[in-house]
C-alpha cells in the first residue's frame, strides 16, 4: 500500500559553520489530516468548524477528508481538485486569502454558499513551506444563541408595548370620562341647578 509522506530536509552545521549532516523529518499524510481534524468547538454534537491546510496559490494539502486523493503539483503534492469540500473550495477562492499571502499576519472574511453564511479565517504557518491554515464555520454556530435571545428580547418588548398602550387607553379614557362629568357638573352650577 502506497503511503503519502510530507518530508522536509535541512542541512546542519556545527558550531564552526561546518557541514555536519541532513536532517530529514516527514510527516504522514494521515497524521497531517489528523492535525487538522481536531475539534475546536466544545460541543455535544459534531463540531462544525472545518480546518484545512493551503499552500500560498490556495491548492489544500490537508482538510479534504480521509478518501481525499493527492495530486503531484510540480514538486508538490496537493489534494486533487475534485475531492476538495465545496465550503473549503468557496473559502479558497476568497480575497482573504490573498490578504495572508501578501504578508497579513491574518485575515478573515464571510460569505454565502448554498443559502448558509460561512465565517471564514486565515493565518500563515510559521516555519513551513509558505503554508495557510484556514477555519471555516457555520455563521449560525456562533449567532444561533444571540438570535434566540434577541427574538425573545422583541417578543417581550412586543408585550410590553401592548401592556403599555392598553393600560395608555385605559387612563385616556378614564381622564376623558372624568373630565366630562366635570364639564356636566360646571353647567348645571352655572345653571344653578344644586
Known amino acids: 500500500q502506497r503511503r503519502v509522506e510530507v518530508s522536509v530536509q535541512k542541512a546542519i552545521e556545527d558550531a564552526q559553520g561546518r557541514f555536519a549532516g541532513v536532517l530529514r523529518v516527514g510527516l504522514m499524510k494521515d497524521q497531517i489530516d489528523g492535525a487538522v ?48 469540500p465545496p465550503v473549503v473550495a468557496r473559502a479558497l477562492q476568497d480575497p482573504a486569502l490573498q490578504k495572508v499571502v501578501s504578508g497579513q499576519a491574518h485575515a478573515g472574511s464571510s460569505f454565502d454558499l448554498n443559502g448558509e453564511n460561512y465565517l471564514c479565517t486565515f493565518r500563515p504557518l510559521s516555519g513551513t513551506q509558505e503554508w495557510i491554515v484556514g477555519i471555516v464555520v457555520p ?24 401592556v403599555i398602550a392598553v393600560s395608555g387607553a385605559y387612563i385616556i379614557r378614564s381622564v376623558l370620562r372624568a373630565h366630562a362629568m366635570i364639564l356636566r357638573e360646571t353647567a348645571r352650577m352655572k345653571e344653578f341647578e344644586f
Do not use: N
Open 37 to 84: 481534524r481536531q475539534p475546536l468547538a466544545d460541543t455535544t454534537g459534531a463540531d462544525p468548524h472545518v480546518i484545512f491546510l493551503c499552500d500560498s496559490g490556495g491548492r489544500l494539502i490537508a482538510g479534504g477528508g480521509q478518501d481525499a486523493k493527492v495530486t503531484v503539483f510540480g514538486d508538490d503534492l496537493r489534494i486533487a481538485p475534485k475531492d476538495v
Open 139 to 162: 455563521r449560525k454556530f456562533y449567532l444561533a444563541q444571540i438570535i434566540a435571545i434577541r427574538e425573545r428580547v422583541l417578543g417581550a418588548l412586543l408585550v410590553l408595548i401592548t
